[in-house]
């Protein structure tokens, strides 16, 4: 009984590291997010001039190398303007956007 009562421990031991270390990750990941989510807001909410947006928009690609691509829209959420990583091939490049329009 005693072994028994020893393993099941340890077992539960291990399930919380395991808990605790995933806990742990998930909220980096979602502090990251938060950090890009405020740098695109940035972006928004100066208002640059089309070429500024463009080269502001460049380097926040370079600096995330998570994002794939930025995009501008008007208010009909059409795109007006779009910069994509230089770190992988273009977003649309394999798959057209109108064949996965209906995602966005």
Do not use: C
Request: glycine letters at 2%; zero cysteines.
């Amino acid at each position: 009984m005693l072994v028994w009562l020893s393993i099941r421990y340890e077992r539960s031991r291990v399930q919380e590291q395991v808990d605790a270390t995933a806990a742990a990750a998930a909220a980096d990941v979602k502090q990251g997010l938060a950090r890009d989510l405020q740098d695109l807001q940035l972006l928004l909410w100066s208002n640059p001039a089309p070429a500024q947006w463009r080269s502001e928009a460049g380097k926040l690609l370079r600096a995330h190398s998570e994002m794939v691509r930025i995009e501008r829209r008007d208010e009909q959420r059409r795109v007006v303007d779009a910069v994509d990583s230089p770190f992988g091939t273009p977003a649309f490049s394999r798959l057209p956007r109108e064949e996965i329009d209906i995602d966005t």
